[in-house]
C-alpha cells in the first residue's frame, strides 16, 4: 500500500516562498509512469491542481501557477518537493500530494481507483 506523507512550516508570511516535501512509502516514485503531484484546496473553495513530477522526471505545472512554482525530488529519499514563491494570503490552503495515475485525473481533481493522496497539510499566510 503507498502512503504519502506531507510536511513542511505551517505558516509563511507573505512574499516568502512555501516549501513543502512529500514522503512516500510502500512504492518508488521514479517506477511506472505516474503524476506524482501537489494539489491544494483554499478554504470555502475547491481543489485545485498545482503541478507534478513524473516517474520518469519531466515536470509539469498549471499555468497560471507556474511563474511561481519549482517542483523536484531526491530520489535518494523518495521524496520529492513544492516550493512557490511570493506567497500571498490568497496561498493559504490544505495542500496535498498524490501519486495520480493519469492526467486527467489530476487536471480534474479527481481521485481514481489507482491514486493515492497524503492526508493534507494546513498552510497559512500571514498577511
Known amino acids: 500500500q503507498v502512503q504519502l506523507q506531507e510536511s513542511g512550516p505551517g505558516l509563511v508570511n507573505s512574499s516568502q516562498t512555501l516549501s513543502l516535501t512529500c514522503t512516500v512509502f510502500g512504492g518508488s516514485i521514479t517506477t511506472n509512469s505516474y503524476y506524482w503531484s501537489w494539489i491544494r484546496q483554499p478554504p470555502g473553495k475547491g481543489l485545485e491542481w498545482i503541478g507534478y513530477i513524473r516517474s520518469g522526471g519531466s515536470i509539469g505545472y498549471k499555468p497560471s501557477l507556474k511563474s511561481r512554482t519549482s517542483i523536484s525530488r531526491d530520489t535518494s529519499k523518495n521524496q520529492f518537493t513544492l516550493q512557490l514563491s511570493s506567497v500571498t494570503p490568497e496561498d493559504t490552503a490544505v495542500y496535498y500530494c498524490?501519486?495520480?495515475?493519469?492526467?486527467?485525473?489530476?487536471?480534474?481533481?479527481?481521485?481514481?481507483?489507482?491514486?493515492?493522496w497524503g492526508q493534507g497539510t494546513q498552510v497559512t499566510v500571514s498577511s
Open positions: 498524490a501519486r495520480v495515475g493519469s492526467f486527467q485525473n489530476l487536471i480534474t481533481t479527481t481521485k481514481g481507483g489507482d491514486d493515492y
